[in-house]
């Protein structure tokens, strides 16, 4: 998928990214994964659903069948990296790539991937598990 394309679709959601990013406390004693969808809704905005608070370093994706959540359909999920020091992986790991490529669920027509936000860089794992760098987090925020 086309970078500068993904960037411009995600850009009317910024803000709930950006406050995702900010209750995962990165940087601190209380850093936890933040995450959600992405949905298009009836209008064909896309709005943000946010998943149930996550751990230190994991998070839980609610079930989303047919690549859909409350009948809508998923575009983007994401999900933070907030523990910036150097024994946490700060780009997705082996397993957030697996989860996305393996799940059956996350091959709609309009899925683009699952954005990683970490201190650095927005990263976005494509349907097919390839990792590029989205963006730098403090230009996008
Ligand atoms: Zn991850």
Redesign the pocket.
Known sequence: MNVAAALFRIYPVRDALRNAWEESKPGTQDAH?EGGFVLRNFAGNLEVHRWPKGVQ???TVPPHPSCQFKQLDVVFSF???PNVSDEF?QE??E??KRSVQEDPDLKGALYEGEL?ISQENIYLISPNGEVQELIKTSSFF
Request: charged content about 15%; proline content about 8%; glycine content about 0%.
């Open positions: 994964e370093a994991n998070i999900h933070t990296h992986l997705p790991s397993t957030d990683v």
